[in-house]
């Protein structure tokens, strides 16, 4: 456990321990060099967060496969502990879905009646149904699990089509967008980093709000229109299509708490309870010229 | 005539006929499970919060408490130069907090050369603490109450978790120490 001796006393000095020290301090040198050109690199990665993407990218690409086949180990392990934790909730959780089934049924066949409406109406106009196209489907395999930011690892890239700024969804809504893409991989930014920021609203109604994330697994919605607040819990907020990135009406979160001027929100979409996940194009081309050349906006939302 | 203790070939790491033990073993097997650790991001679990201890940093920690001088004083560049390819954070915040952890358990050890488990322990939960809250500081999002409260669960686990890196780095460094089958 002790570390070399350097000297062996005050009168004692000889030659290999000259020797020694020397080495000692030409480690010192270069731990405090490396140190600094850490600090300079890190200067240079904030001011500047594109410039080390290709390295990062590579690098990604070559651990995707291994993390490709864990990906289908996390769907598999995730059934097996929801069968088990079912069975200790069974009770509570059967009246509980009953009561929801009930009120459910009953907004089906509302959501029914309008989806025909809907349809009749859009055919007396001549409205072609531009939903959801898909880019790439593949598997979240990854986050940064550890760290403060929270990105995904997606197993698409450049390959697929997949580019940077495409809203990544599943069918629970919303997951995130596409910051890196390398030649078979690419880098998530998830809701739920601080980064993040997506123009919703209400699903009811045009209640217009932008929901930042808080990194711990919770979103901040923020209002645009300030004054009395009227979100209740359990509003369901989707996205607005403001900024062109993201199409309208893709669910992202669930008001659970009021706050001063918006609320906190639960994600629809838990990227954890996700197993594939489907790269949308970008909604309106002219966003997405705007997102390609300025690129350090292109961690951030647009606004407008 | 006596009969030779059939034990009396071996020692803990193994035969001592026709073995030896391996540089490359001996002196790639840290790097190795520490850049290994450093890979937890690709682990299957997708995160909605940070709750994964720093294993690639724990690693290192726990290697280099545990055997002085295996490590030179350097490796922080490397190890933090790949930890910072796959953790998420900006380039750079992981070579200098990997450094300046390696510069100080060295100026530590110096102050204290015979250390407990305890004093280890201390050393590594200190160390971690500060990690974190510099990893945090400078992962480039902005810095709230909630990141806060956040990084404290993750603080706790990997405090924790210390003693059973330490235990299995110690395992490791059995094997480490190995002898392999050599030819000729």
């Known amino acids: ?304 | 005539m006596e009969r030779l203790n059939p034990q009396s070939r071996r020692d803990p790491f193994g035969s001592r006929i026709n073995r030896a033990q391996s540089p490359l073993l001996a002196y790639g097997l840290p790097w190795l499970t520490i850049l290994l650790g450093s890979l937890t991001p690709w682990l299957p679990i997708i995160a909605p919060a940070p709750v994964l201890p720093p294993f690639g940093f724990m690693l290192m920690l726990a290697w280099r408490l545990l055997r002085p001088g295996l490590l030179p004083l350097w490796a922080g560049l490397p190890l933090g130069l790949f930890d910072d390819l796959y953790s998420g954070q900006p380039l750079g915040s992981g070579i200098v907090l990997f450094s300046l952890t390696l510069i100080a358990i060295e100026l530590l050890e110096i102050r204290f050369p015979w250390r407990s488990f305890w004093l280890d322990w201390l050393t590594a939960g200190l160390i971690l603490a500060l990690y974190l809250a510099f990893a945090a500081l400078l992962s480039g999002a902005e810095l709230t109450f909630v990141q806060l409260t956040v990084i404290g669960p993750q603080l706790l686990l990997s405090i924790v978790l210390v003693p059973l890196v330490a235990r299995m780095v110690a395992l490791l460094d059995r094997l480490r120490l190995m002898r392999v089958r050599y030819l000729g």
């Open chain 1, 1 to 304: 456990m002790a570390p070399p001796v350097i000297n062996t006393g005050p009168g004692r000095r000889s030659r290999s321990n000259k020797k020694a020290q020397m080495g000692v301090f030409a480690g010192y040198l270069v731990a405090g060099f490396g140190a600094l050109l850490g600090a300079a690199l890190l200067v240079i990665s904030l001011l500047r967060p594109e410039t080390f993407n290709g390295l990062r990218t590579m690098a990604a690409d070559a651990a995707s496969p291994a993390g490709e086949a864990g990906a289908v180990g996390r769907t598999q392990s995730q059934g097996f502990f929801e069968a088990v934790a079912g069975y200790y909730r069974a009770g509570s959780r059967n009246a509980e879905l009953e009561e929801e089934v009930k009120i459910a049924r009953v907004r089906l066949a509302e959501a029914e009646a309008l989806r025909q409406e809907n349809a009749r109406l859009k055919a007396v106009l001549g409205l072609a149904a531009d939903d959801a196209r898909t880019v790439a489907v593949a598997r979240l395999i990854g986050s940064t699990s550890s760290s403060a930011r929270r990105i995904g690892y997606l197993s698409a890239g450049r390959a697929d089509g997949v580019r940077p700024g495409m809203p990544v969804t599943s069918p629970m809504g919303l997951v995130g967008r596409i910051l890196e893409v390398g030649g078979r991989s690419s880098r998530v930014l998830l809701l739920t980093d601080s980064e993040s920021m997506v123009p919703v609203r209400r699903a009811e109604d045009n209640l217009v709000a932008f929901a930042e994330g808080r990194s711990d697994g919770s979103l901040r919605l923020r209002l645009i229109n300030l004054g009395i607040n009227p979100i209740k819990p359990g509003d369901v907020f989707v996205t607005s299509g403001a900024g062109g990135l993201f199409r309208p009406n893709i669910p992202v979160a669930l008001a659970t708490e009021i706050t001063r001027d918006g609320a906190i929100a639960q994600l629809l979409s838990n990227p954890a309870a996700t197993d594939v996940v489907v790269v949308e194009p970008i909604w309106q081309p002219e966003a997405a010229a705007a997102v390609r050349a300025p690129a350090p906006e292109a961690a951030e939302a647009p606004t407008g």
